[in-house]
């Protein structure tokens, strides 16, 4: 009877000690197949090349699919412009990173027809559908602030031509049969679009632009304004001619009326 009895529980012990061991052999069959503990950081994909950023997934046993394109003006082209998941997110060994790169395919547009058009008009027009004014001449003409011509990098374009969106263009307007000077608009405080909107109402364009400490991106730029202009406001300048301007972000630099030059000072 005691013989049976220690058979049984001999049994018993060896199969427990077998499920303990296939227990932990297929805990380690998971924990190689599945990386379980494994965690890493997505590494920052943004702005790299694919070139660039293939080693770096490599390395840390990522893998990743390219999902979408899309064209970003001012961004290389090929660059990545998104991931999923998220730079710095934590995810297991083998997770697959999905990419959205910039297209080098630029989105084009029909220029639209601003012969004749009052300057106001045709820069609106051009705006409208995503151009950008970059200049303003003034030439002689029988006929004030209409415009004669539009030119794409010096040459003269005619309405329907087909251009990358974003493109810097430039009107030609007529002065008009007076002396061709016009006021300068005070442009302080403003921001620079602000600013070259204003100059543009007036005649007149933006020239050189300072920054009293360069920006470090287009975001941050955007909260610069104007502290100092070259010539001062309600002084004349020949209809066409350019602005200078210093940009700041701290509104300590913005003078008193009393500590600016005068006018004649410009022109010395």
């Known amino acids: 009877m005691k013989t049976a009895v220690k058979k049984i529980l001999v049994h018993l012990g060896v199969m427990a000690l077998l499920g303990i061991l296939l227990l932990i052999g297929v805990t380690n069959w998971l924990d190689k197949y599945t990386h379980h503990g494994s965690a890493i950081h997505v590494p920052p994909l943004t702005d790299l090349t694919m070139e660039q950023a293939i080693p770096l997934l490599e390395e840390l046993g990522l893998r990743y699919e390219i999902v979408d394109s899309m064209h970003i003006s001012g961004k290389p082209a090929g660059v990545i412009l998104e991931q999923k998941p998220s730079a710095n997110a934590k ?3 083998g997770r697959i990173v999905f990419i959205t790169l910039n297209k080098a395919i630029e989105e084009s547009m029909a220029v639209p027809y601003v ?3 009052s300057q106001r008009q045709a820069i609106a027009s051009l705006e409208g559908a995503g151009f950008v004014v970059n200049e303003i001449r003034f030439v002689p003409s029988e006929f004030r602030n209409l415009v004669i011509d539009l030119r794409y990098r010096g040459e003269s374009i005619e309405a329907g031509t087909t251009l990358p969106v974003g493109s810097s263009l430039s009107l030609i307007v007529g002065q008009g049969r007076s002396s061709g000077y016009v006021p300068v608009p005070g442009l302080t405080v403003l921001p620079l679009d602000s600013a070259i909107l204003t100059a543009r109402l007036s005649g007149l364009n933006i020239g050189e632009v300072i920054y009293d400490v360069t920006p470090q991106n287009e975001q941050q730029a955007r909260s610069y304004f104007v502290y ?7 002084d004349y300048l020949q209809a066409g001619s350019r602005i200078k301007v210093w940009m700041t972000q701290d509104s300590s ?3 008193k009326p009393e500590e600016f030059l005068p006018a004649e000072a410009f022109y010395n």
Do not use: G, M, S
């Not at 100092?228 to 309600?234: G, I, M, S, V, W």
């Open 228 to 234: 100092r202009q070259e010539p001062l406001e309600n």
């Open 253 to 255: 630099l913005l003078l």
């Open 91 to 93: 995810v297991k060994i």
């Open 115 to 117: 012969i004749d058009f």
